[in-house]
């Protein structure tokens, strides 16, 4: 009877767990978006794909911005089977974890976690100020807390370290998520007075494809974890959703999001001269400067 009782204990625990911890807030914004262009990097697969679907369904004009015009192509043909109209536009993805190099030189997890996003942030600022309000969503990760910026290596070698092993690998992709912080960081200092604000966020651990450039036999045995332990691409597109939708949120522009809420990030994820050292090399290696 008791070891009934135990599982039955450990059985509700797991449940509320999951329900409660796992999937997390949602957003509850019910903002339609006829009239409003948005564009979502790395839209072909993952939570990306999910929140270009959610924002088309609310009226947006959606752009999807996918790395690779194959994949993108095919995931706007089965977007399109959910009947609703998209523009594409092929250019990159939010984020890899694998080392490499960008067609321009750059490391690859800089070039495209990073270096990416703020030559097309800053593209379009100007575009953004002229149609506001409008709004910049970096998706960042809890990962930042762990990262650091080797800023002899960035101007030396273009890449956030050459090392491969896979623990040298998981702090660079660290390193481009403190990079994704530290540029809303700045960035929001950038706008003051502007009808323009940004946040970041974590979306929470997600069972999708940004790991499938890891080991096979690694992948096989944390398919059971991540099926248990990390959340969908639906629940994971949840705090993006909520940056770029809820009404009263202008307040906290710069901040960092979790759960649909406001959190505190680590002092060197405040650093502003670290935050301007870094926009400034950003500028000199897209050719802004």
């Not at 953004?128 to 650091?148: D, E, I, T, W």
């Not at 502007?194 to 045995?221: D, K, M, W």
């Amino acid at each position: 009877m008791c070891l009934l009782l135990v599982l039955g204990l450990a059985i509700a625990v797991a449940y509320f767990y999951r329900e409660i911890v796992v999937k997390g807030k949602r957003c509850t914004s019910k903002a339609k978006l006829h009239g409003k262009t948005v564009i979502v990097t790395g839209s072909n697969t993952g939570i990306g794909k999910t929140t270009a679907l959610d924002l088309a369904k609310r009226g947006a004009r959606v752009i999807l911005a996918c790395r690779s015009k194959q994949r993108g192509e095919a995931a706007l043909e089965e977007i399109k089977r959910d009947s609703v109209d998209y523009s594409f536009f092929s250019m990159f993805c939010p984020g890899v974890q694998m080392q490499g190099r960008t067609a321009d030189g750059l490391g690859l997890m800089f070039g495209v976690n990073h270096i990416g996003h703020f030559l097309l942030t800053n593209l379009l600022l100007e575009q953004l100020k002229a149609c506001g309000p409008s709004r910049v969503v970096n998706v960042s990760s809890m990962a930042h807390y762990f990262g650091k910026i080797d800023f002899d290596c960035l101007n030396t070698h273009k890449a956030l370290g050459l090392g491969t092993s896979f623990m040298e690998v998981l702090q660079y992709y660290s390193d481009s998520k403190l990079c994704n912080y530290l540029f809303t960081h700045e960035l929001a200092k950038r706008l003051k007075g502007t009808n323009v604000t940004c946040y970041s966020l974590h979306p929470g651990a997600i069972n999708s494809e940004l790991a499938r450039n890891i080991n096979s036999t690694l992948q096989l045995f944390l398919k059971p974890l991540t099926a248990y332990f990390f959340k969908n691409t639906e629940q994971g597109c949840q705090t993006t959703l909520h940056c770029a939708l809820q009404e009263g949120i202008e307040p906290f522009s710069g901040r960092f999001f979790s759960n649909c809420t406001v959190k505190e990030v680590s002092d060197k994820a405040k650093d502003d001269a670290a935050s301007k050292k870094l926009w400034e090399l950003s500028e000199r290696l897209c050719g802004l400067a």
